[in-house]
């Protein structure tokens, strides 16, 4: 089984500053088949990336993947105020699927 | 654009089984071209996929669970199933049904959720 790590934990932030995810495999993901998930309280995860680094339709551009193999970044290029939620990476290349514990951004 | 919604019992007894459908609309569940799965979620905690089910009938499941699931498909509702035996209030969690394209690297689109308590 692939384990995700995610770092950190919790990302205290302000409006209009930059985003750092970082998700790092416990092997390598098949081809890419990495994605990150943004989930505001009470909501379905909702797909931002796939493929590791293509963003899913309708995500504005202030989101963006990065990565290979084991190491795997998320950048929020400005923050927005509805950008603060828990995101989440999930691999689904190999069986079984598995997802990281999750980023908190927070406001600052 | 699909949509996928969960339906199902909301309280479940302890040892008893938790059955939940998926009604898939503005797509097909006999198309062969998409893995239909269940995902979950403790109430705050992160989230474990379960397992999926293709148009073939074949399926793969979490082997943390594999011995208690069954997923399955029936074409004439258009619907995927989730059971789950011999619940403990472990299993106590909101319960996702999603969809993702087999054929490249597209990611899940999910249902809203449904929550689904063990207690008795």
């Known amino acids: 089984e692939i384990v995700l790590t995610q770092s950190p934990g919790t990302l205290s932030l302000s409006p209009g500053e930059r985003a750092t995810l970082s998700c790092r495999a416990s092997?390598?993901?098949?081809?890419?088949?990495l994605a990150w998930y943004q989930q505001k309280p009470g909501q379905a995860p909702r797909l931002l990336i796939y493929?590791?680094?293509s963003r899913a339709t309708g995500i504005p551009d202030r989101f963006s993947g990065s990565g290979s193999g084991t190491d795997f970044t998320l950048t929020i290029s400005r923050l927005e105020p509805e950008d603060f939620a828990v995101y989440y990476c999930?691999?689904?290349?190999?069986?079984?699927?598995?997802f990281g514990g999750g980023t908190k951004v927070d406001i600052k | 654009q699909v949509q996928l919604q969960e339906s199902g019992p909301g309280l479940v007894k302890p040892s008893e089984t938790l059955s939940l459908t998926c009604t898939v609309s503005?797509?097909?569940?006999?198309?062969?071209?998409?893995?239909w799965s269940w995902i979950r979620q403790p109430p705050g905690k992160g989230l474990e996929w379960i397992g999926y089910?293709?148009?073939?009938?074949?399926?793969d499941y979490n082997p943390s669970l594999k011995s208690r699931v069954t997923i399955s498909v029936d074409t004439s509702k258009n619907q995927f199933s989730l059971k789950l035996n011999s619940v403990t209030a472990a299993d106590t969690a909101v319960y996702y049904c999603?969809?993702?394209?087999?054929?490249?690297?597209?990611?899940?689109?999910w249902g809203q959720g449904t929550l689904v308590t063990v207690s008795s």
């Open positions: 999603a969809r993702r394209y087999r054929y490249d690297s597209s990611g899940y689109v």
């Open positions: 493929g590791a680094s």
């Open positions: 999930q691999q689904y290349g190999s069986s079984p699927l598995t």
């Open positions: 503005g797509g097909s569940v006999s198309s062969g071209s998409y893995y």
């Open positions: 089910i293709s148009y073939s009938g074949s399926t």
């Open positions: 092997q390598s993901v098949s081809s890419s088949y």
